[in-house]
């Protein structure tokens, strides 16, 4: 009996050591996990402080570039201090926690995207997190079509981008996306018939208060109305601008002395450039007036018949940057160039005021923001009576104080000096065109239009927004605002 109960103690001895054992190995790793659950949070914290240090970096550059838009140097002289710049970053004691450092690199030439990457630091710890993000300044070019008077796109008409009107539009072709006006309601000078229609509508639809159909068949991405208004005022102290622009580094030419100038781009960074001597003359039963109007200021055939040579082979400007101060007549290709060129006449009168036109194909070689063009007008953007039937214009088109469009020519028009159409019937041809297709935008103050309701001019007009156009515009291109916009933020491995 006693080395029984000697047996059973040795036992619970055993016993006791075991769970001793194992209870000693829970706790210690539980110790180990509170541990290195303590070290983990700490880490934590500390990453999501260089985080928010290194946002604090961004929202910094970005109040910078609110109010000096051309620095990009924080202040420092370029040559001499390019980055990065370092700023410690402070609690409201004035205690320092930290730093970011900011690495800016200043827009490509002719785009206006900032990109700032900024490190942030923890004093106490080595961790850093990085954040990138890029700013832009949009250009006035954010739509396919833009307005600052009553728009009517009649059938055959196909518009791919958002178009906006500071007036009412009529709308009975294609719309690929938003079409807006600044206008709830509004009476259509077409109908002149005192009816209220909202202010973007398609025949058919009913008048307020009756809420119009969705009419998804033309409004593919809906319409909205009213929207704030477009400011066209901004272009007139661009136009001005760009003159200086050109005077000072750009190509610049003063009046003619005839009746404007032509030229011509060449895909090998040159240009030919013109005097215009005459214009090609239309048939005396050819007369303005215009369907729906008493009269076109400015009409005429405005197509060129005889030129001489003023200059050829000009390099473009390094600045981009070709004014004409005269009437201007352009077209031909680019390869990888971005211009910008205006025509214009100071001090700005509306009786001298300047017009530039496309007869023939302007177009890209590239289309992935490369090539890009704008012309920027005075007056009038303007086709001309005789025009290729199937014209191509790759550009931004910016009509300041007139608009951009084709004169009205009647089934009498013709163009009997013609000498590249050799019979009557052919010239007749001229008052219907077959298709325009415009690859950019267009901006015009006064009326658009290339076709009117009795089937003369460009049967189907075909208009694609360039996106890139936005943060990418021809040099010097006129913008919405003077302010910046981000356009991407996101966090980036440390460098």
Same mark, same amino acid.
């Given at each position: 009996?006693?080395?029984?109960?000697?047996?059973?103690?040795?036992?619970?001895?055993?016993?006791?050591?075991?769970?001793?054992?194992?209870?000693?190995?829970?706790?210690?790793?539980?110790?180990?996990?509170?541990?290195?659950?303590?070290?983990?949070?700490?880490?934590?914290?500390?990453?999501?402080?260089?985080?928010?240090?290194?946002?604090?970096?961004?929202?910094?550059?970005?109040?910078?570039?609110?109010?000096?838009?051309?620095?990009?140097?924080?202040?420092?002289?370029?040559?001499?201090?390019?980055?990065?710049?370092?700023?410690?970053?402070?609690?409201?004691?004035?205690?320092?926690?930290?730093?970011?450092?900011?690495?800016?690199?200043?827009?490509?030439?002719?785009?206006?995207?900032?990109?700032?990457?900024?490190?942030?630091?923890?004093?106490?710890?080595?961790?850093?997190?990085?954040?990138?993000?890029?700013?832009?300044?949009?250009?006035?070019?954010?739509?396919?079509?833009?307005?600052?008077?009553?728009?009517?796109?009649?059938?055959?008409?196909?518009?791919?981008?958002?178009?906006?009107?500071?007036?009412?539009?009529?709308?009975?072709?294609?719309?690929?996306?938003?079409?807006?006006?600044?206008?709830?309601?509004?009476?259509?000078?077409?109908?002149?018939?005192?009816?209220?229609?909202?202010?973007?509508?398609?025949?058919?639809?009913?008048?307020?208060?009756?809420?119009?159909?969705?009419?998804?068949?033309?409004?593919?991405?809906?319409?909205?109305?009213?929207?704030?208004?477009?400011?066209?005022?901004?272009?007139?102290?661009?136009?001005?601008?760009?003159?200086?622009?050109?005077?000072?580094?750009?190509?610049?030419?003063?009046?003619?002395?005839?009746?404007?100038?032509?030229?011509?781009?060449?895909?090998?960074?040159?240009?030919?450039?013109?005097?215009?001597?005459?214009?090609?003359?239309?048939?005396?039963?050819?007369?303005?007036?215009?369907?729906?109007?008493?009269?076109?200021?400015?009409?005429?055939?405005?197509?060129?018949?005889?030129?001489?040579?003023?200059?050829?082979?000009?390099?473009?400007?390094?600045?981009?940057?070709?004014?004409?101060?005269?009437?201007?007549?352009?077209?031909?290709?680019?390869?990888?160039?971005?211009?910008? &060129? /205006?025509?214009?006449?100071?001090?700005?009168?509306?009786? !001298?005021?300047?017009?530039?036109?496309?007869?023939? +194909? $302007? #177009? =890209?070689?590239?289309?992935?923001?490369?090539?890009?063009?704008?012309?920027?007008?005075?007056?009038?953007?303007?086709?001309?009576?005789?025009?290729?039937?199937?014209?191509?214009?790759?550009?931004?088109?910016?009509?300041?104080?007139?608009?951009?469009?084709?004169?009205?020519?009647?089934?009498?028009?013709?163009?009997?000096?013609?000498?590249?159409?050799?019979?009557?019937?052919?010239?007749?041809?001229?008052?219907?065109?077959?298709?325009?297709?415009?690859?950019?935008? &267009? /901006?015009?103050?006064?009326?658009?239009?290339?076709?009117? !309701?009795?089937?003369?001019?460009?049967?189907?007009? +075909? $208009? #694609? =927004?360039?996106?890139?156009?936005?943060?990418?515009?021809?040099?010097?291109?006129?913008?919405?605002?003077?302010?910046?916009?981000?356009?991407?933020?996101?966090?980036?491995?440390?460098?």
């Amino acid at each position: 009996m006693r080395k029984l109960c000697s047996t059973k103690k040795g036992l619970i001895l055993v016993n006791v050591l075991v769970f001793s054992v194992i209870a000693l190995v829970i706790t210690m790793s539980l110790v180990n996990w509170g541990a290195t659950l303590l070290k983990r949070t700490v880490q934590m914290v500390n990453s999501q402080q260089a985080y928010e240090i290194a946002e604090s970096g961004i929202d910094y550059y970005r109040w910078h570039l609110a109010n000096l838009p051309s620095d990009y140097y924080d202040g420092n002289a370029s040559s001499t201090s390019p980055g990065p710049y370092i700023h410690p970053f402070q609690d409201k004691d004035g205690n320092v926690l930290g730093q970011f450092a900011l690495t800016i690199t200043p827009p490509a030439t002719g785009t206006s995207i900032v990109t700032v990457r900024s490190k942030g630091t923890m004093a106490s710890t080595s961790l850093s997190r990085t954040i990138q993000a890029t700013f832009a300044v949009p250009s006035f070019a954010q739509y396919a079509v833009v307005s600052n008077d009553n728009i009517y796109f009649g059938s055959g008409t196909t518009i791919f981008g958002p178009i906006q009107s500071n007036y009412g539009i009529h709308f009975d072709g294609i719309a690929h996306n938003i079409v807006a006006s600044a206008l709830s309601q509004y009476i259509d000078p077409d109908l002149n018939d005192g009816v209220q229609r909202y202010g973007v509508y398609t025949t058919g639809d009913p008048t307020p208060p009756t809420t119009p159909p969705a009419d998804a068949n033309i409004f593919l991405s809906g319409r909205q109305f009213p929207v704030p208004v477009i400011d066209f005022n901004n272009i007139t102290t661009d136009l001005s601008q760009l003159l200086t622009i050109a005077q000072n580094g750009g190509s610049s030419y003063t009046s003619s002395g005839v009746l404007g100038y032509y030229i011509l781009l060449h895909t090998n960074d040159t240009y030919d450039i013109y005097k215009v001597t005459s214009l090609q003359s239309l048939s005396g039963t050819c007369s303005n007036d215009a369907v729906g109007l008493s009269g076109q200021t400015g009409w005429g055939s405005w197509s060129v018949v005889n030129k001489t040579i003023f200059r050829s082979a000009v390099p473009f400007p390094s600045s981009g940057v070709i004014f004409v101060q005269d009437n201007l007549w352009i077209d031909g290709a680019i390869n990888g160039a971005r211009l910008t &060129i /205006a025509a214009g006449a100071f001090p700005a009168n509306p009786s !001298t005021y300047k017009n530039i036109t496309i007869n023939n +194909n $302007i #177009t =890209y070689t590239n289309f992935n923001g490369q090539d890009s063009l704008g012309l920027i007008a005075q007056n009038n953007i303007n086709v001309g009576f005789v025009s290729a039937d199937n014209l191509t214009i790759d550009a931004a088109l910016v009509a300041q104080n007139g608009r951009a469009g084709r004169y009205y020519y009647s089934s009498n028009c013709s163009t009997p000096t013609d000498p590249n159409y050799p019979t009557t019937s052919s010239y007749r041809n001229y008052y219907i065109r077959s298709k325009l297709s415009l690859a950019g935008m &267009i /901006a015009s103050n006064l009326r658009y239009g290339f076709a009117y !309701t009795d089937g003369t001019g460009y049967q189907i007009r +075909n $208009i #694609t =927004y360039d996106g890139n156009l936005l943060y990418g515009p021809p040099p010097s291109f006129p913008s919405a605002t003077n302010q910046y916009s981000t356009i991407s933020w996101k966090e980036v491995p440390n460098q």
